[in-house]
């Protein structure tokens, strides 16, 4: 079946320094990928998606390249914010027809000013 | 309503009661999801609306969980005889039913049953 394995947190991190969560994913076909993010008190929300190997999404100064032959989704951003700080899910939708989502466990990221 | 709205927020309830949590999507979102996340894990799908019909319920884990949406717009998860392994967010989404369409997720009913 379907699987997303992500890296575990807390990921600690300064203002500014760069940030990589990793993302691998099983699945059969050419299933989309999505990172969301959700803030403390907050529902989730869509941070960047690909829907086809080598497709590169960003958002906000994040991104994640679609890399079929690693089976990789890597969540990176040059420079973070304390605003940054978050739970982060990577995500995958298999080519089925509708968005039904299989989710990692999440990382949470901390970033002290 | 601007966003899928989700009540109650928080729900305590007794081993065996039976218990709804009510879903209200975007308006004219025609796609509808139900989660369940757990402490410590990523959302785990339960069942997909398109419209009014069921288009997938694989993810109920048993049938002490049932679902409707009958004028596909507001949904109820249903659950009966609830058991303490129930405890979770359970968490609904709406999109407007493209495929690999952005969705839109609630806050959330943080179930809790005692």
């Known amino acids: 079946g379907n699987s997303v394995t992500q890296m575990e947190g807390p990921v600690t991190l300064s203002e500014e320094a760069f940030l990589t969560i990793n993302c691998t994913y099983t699945?059969?076909?050419?299933?989309?990928l999505f990172w969301y993010v959700q803030y403390p008190g907050e529902g989730l929300q869509l941070l960047l998606k690909?829907?086809?190997?080598?497709d590169k999404g960003s958002n906000k100064g994040f991104e994640a390249t679609y890399r079929k032959e690693t089976t990789s989704f890597h969540l990176e951003k040059g420079s973070v914010q304390v605003s940054d700080s978050a739970v982060y899910f990577c995500?995958?939708?298999?080519?089925?027809?509708?968005?039904?989502?299989?989710f990692g466990k999440g990382t949470m990221l901390l970033v002290s000013p | 309503g601007a966003g899928v709205s989700q009540t109650p927020s928080n729900k305590v309830t007794e081993k065996g009661k039976y218990v709804e949590l009510r879903c209200d999507p975007i308006?004219?979102?025609?796609?509808l999801y139900w989660y369940r996340q757990s402490l410590g894990q990523g959302p785990e799908f339960l069942i997909y609306?398109?419209?009014?019909?069921?288009?997938?319920d694989s993810g109920l884990p048993n049938d002490r969980f049932f679902a409707v949406r009958p004028e596909g717009s507001v949904s109820t998860l249903k659950i009966q005889r609830t058991e303490r392994g129930d405890s979770a967010v359970y968490l609904c989404?709406?999109?407007?039913?493209?495929?690999?369409?952005?969705?839109?997720f609630g806050s959330g009913t943080q179930l809790s049953v005692l």
């Open positions: 995500a995958l939708s298999a080519s089925s027809g509708y968005s039904t989502l299989t």
């Open positions: 609306f398109q419209g009014t019909g069921a288009a997938d």
């Open positions: 699945a059969t076909g050419y299933p989309s």
């Open positions: 690909a829907t086809k190997a080598d």
């Open positions: 308006s004219g979102h025609t796609a």
């Open positions: 989404a709406s999109s407007s039913g493209a495929t690999n369409e952005k969705l839109f």
